[in-house]
């Protein structure tokens, strides 16, 4: 009986032994597994703290780094090797030491820190500001054995904010109105000047059409505009009338400009929308005052020089020579009185839109010798040499192209020395026709080229403080061109003279 049982115990021992060695490398083979788990987890979160935008930092509980990211590097500018077994403290300006210890004292209590905005200094001495989350770091049995932090640069974040605060400021308290609006004219923005100006509360303008403020005559301006800005273009100063909440027409000046997103994508429109109602009222009156004081000026003006001209006809009959050299200066400073005179006139109808043009068909040659002949009456002191093109018909405001020709020339024989020439030029190119006026004289700073044609401006030198104006006569020459079709030009060089010159569309011969 022994024997037959001995080896069924022995079978019984062998069969064991490899159940307990199937077992043992199952095992082996789940532990390989969870090692491998780990190390895939390990390497993940390894990738992961390196490849982040943000500071990643762990420390022990005395301070001491023990961790340091690539981008705790960029953002700090020191290395791991700087930073590595070295006190955080190195990072935290003076003012804020205490920060630390009472971080410090949180997280031993086992709470976290959580978006804590606050300072940190640079390798190079910068101080950035930085947004904090800070976490207590525990072993298997849940004690505390360090800290992780995770560091973000919020430096440009904080000065875009600071300047929305800026700009929502200005907005809030500029006095002219800021409205936004997007692409379908339907308002976005409305700020405390537009409530006052137009009228209507945010409330009752937001989510609404621009067009409630847009008079019905001028309601193609609105879908004008829209076109403009969506091809980039801006918008500037445009002058119009707008509709307030009680039905008053204002006169306004809009400042209009496209809103792009970060892809230069236009958006929606800003609007800058000032109340010029005043300054046009006063401008009205102070043309109704030139117009007035210039209409009954030019009337006395006609009847004295018709008597100087008179008595200068007597004087040269009876050879009285002193007489007669007194009247004929007389007849000049009447002329340059009557010129004055007619320029505020022009200017005030301009100002009011009156200034139209009659337009004909006539010769160049002719208009010029005319304008020649007048000017030569009332100097000699410069020698005028005329270059007249082949015989052209123009089609244009006699009368006023002959207002800007006499203007080129007076000016030229103002600010250019006594004895020097002046050369009238006259060319014919294909279709058009460029008239020139070239002198000798002071020249013109490259600073006021720019605002020569304005009106009332004048340029300041000590050379021509002497010769008398307004500075309106290069503004209404300018003008005059404009109603033409064309553009007056300026070259000029200090002490080597200036040529001013335009170009008009020849007709038929």
Known sequence: MQETNKPQNEGSGQQRSEQEMSAEIKGQEILIAKLRLAEERSAMLAAIVDSSDDAIISKDLNGFVTSWNAAAERIFGYSAA?????????????????????????????????????????????LIDV??????VKDQKGSIIGVSKIARDITDLIEAEKQSAMLSAIVSYSDDAIISKDLNSIVTSWNNAAERIFGYTAAEMIGQSIVKLIPPDRLQEEPN????????????????????????????????????????????????????????????????????VS???????????????????????????????????????????????????????????????????FYLAELMEEVLGDILTL?????????????????????????VLTNLLGNAIKYSPEGS?????????????????????????????????????????????????????????????????????????????????????????
């Open 82 to 126: 700087e930073m590595i077994g070295t006190s955080i403290t190195k990072l935290i300006p003076t003012d804020r030491t205490e920060e630390e210890s009472l971080i410090l004292s949180k997280l031993r209590r086992g709470e976290r820190v959580q978006y804590f905005h606050t300072k940190r200094l640079t390798k190079s001495g910068a």
């Open 131 to 136: 947004s904090l989350t800070i976490s207590p």
């Open 225 to 292: 505009i829209i076109a403009r800005l969506k091809s980039g273009q801006r918008v500037d100063h445009f002058e119009t009338k707008r509709l307030t909440k009680y039905g008053k027409l204002l006169d306004v000046s809009l400042t209009i400009s496209p809103v792009m997103d970060l892809t230069g994508r236009i958006i929606g429109i800003s609007k800058i929308a000032r109340d010029i109602t005043d300054k046009k009222q006063e401008e009205q009156r102070k043309n109704d005052f030139i117009a007035i």
């Open 295 to 361: 209409h009954e000026l030019k009337t006395p003006l006609t009847s004295m020089r018709s008597y100087i001209q008179l008595a200068l006809s007597k004087a040269v009959k009876g050879s009285d020579n002193f007489t007669e050299n007194l009247l004929k200066r007389a007849e000049t400073q009447t002329g340059k009185m009557t010129t004055l005179i007619q320029d505020f006139l022009n200017l005030s109808r301009l100002e009011e839109g009156k200034m139209s043009l009659n337009l004909s068909a």
């Open 379 to 403: 100097t000699t002191s410069h020698q005028i040499n005329y270059e007249p093109c082949a015989e052209v018909s123009i089609t244009a405001d006699r009368e006023k192209i002959g207002q």
């Open 421 to 509: 020439a002046i050369i009238v030029r006259c060319m014919l190119n294909k279709e058009s026709v460029q008239f020139s006026v070239i002198d000798q004289g002071y020249g013109i700073p490259v600073a006021d080229q720019a605002r020569l044609f304005e009106r009332f401006y004048r340029v300041d030198t000590e050379r021509q403080h002497h010769v008398s104006g307004f500075g309106i006569g290069l503004y209404l020459v300018s003008e005059i061109i404009k109603l033409h079709g064309g553009e007056i030009k300026v070259q000029s060089e200090l002490g080597k003279g200036s040529a001013f010159s335009f170009v008009l569309p020849a007709g038929p011969e």
